[in-house]
């Protein structure tokens, strides 16, 4: 499966089979965290067979279903901090669906004070990512059309379709897609949030999809 099969087929998904993670898949995704972390500087952990997160009414409320393994997204406190766990943590996504898992992007319901992963004076915890074998692999849901999700004042190349295709499919919190992508006459783009829950992660995890569509790092 390529990136672009990746983007396709993943889809959010809450309850997970009984079933760890092989050996070979975690080295796989905690190679790719430590690259993720040199090139950020953040402090990406993957906690396997840990339970606590989602063992609460948060985790119950959110209808999550035995997650066992999951990604905390930390990093140093800063206005960038929520764009990087976006931009970094869906790499880490599309990977493990590459590798045959699931995952869904958690910002809320999960219990933070339980999971035990390291925070460095001047770090937060921003979100996790559940991860694990779904008992399905999810459903799609209904996307705005790119024209609604973009600024174009001409024709609209290629490379810049591709990129929207991909930041269509991007996951967003409640579905909401809330951003705006504006192609500049120097053929340079522009990532805009717009009101609403969580859109600067939101806006990372699609500035790194329209870039994997695009063939290009804006």
């Known amino acids: 499966m390529d990136l672009k099969e990746a983007i396709q087929l993943r889809h959010s998904v809450r309850s997970y089979k009984d079933k760890e993670i092989e050996s070979n898949i975690r080295h796989e995704l905690n190679t790719l965290a430590e690259k993720c972390n040199r090139e950020s500087g953040l402090n990406i952990q993957i906690l396997y067979n840990e339970p606590k997160a989602f063992s609460g009414m948060m985790a119950h409320y959110g209808k999550f279903s035995n997650v066992k393994n999951y990604i905390a997204l930390v990093g140093k406190k800063g206005k960038d901090l929520e764009e990087k766990c976006g931009y970094y943590g869906e790499q880490l996504v599309l990977k493990a669906q590459q590798l045959g898992l699931n995952t869904c992007w958690v910002a809320m319901t999960y219990s933070k004070g339980k999971t035990p992963c ?101």
Not at 193 to 207: M, N, S
Request: glycine share 8%; proline share 3%; hydrophobic share 40%.
């Open 118 to 218: 390291t925070i460095e004076k001047g770090e937060k915890l921003c979100c996790v990512i559940a991860l694990g074998y779904g008992e399905t692999q999810g459903v799609s849901h209904n996307v705005k059309p790119i024209e609604s999700l973009c600024n174009v004042s001409s024709n609209m190349p290629d490379w810049f379709k591709k990129g929207m295709e991909a930041a269509q499919l991007a996951p967003t919190a409640m579905n909401q897609q809330k951003f705006l992508i504006t192609l500049n006459e120097n053929d340079t783009v522009t990532f805009k949030a717009l009101a609403g829950f969580y859109t600067k992660l939101d806006l990372g995890i699609v500035k790194y999809h329209f870039n994997m569509g695009a063939g290009k790092i804006f």
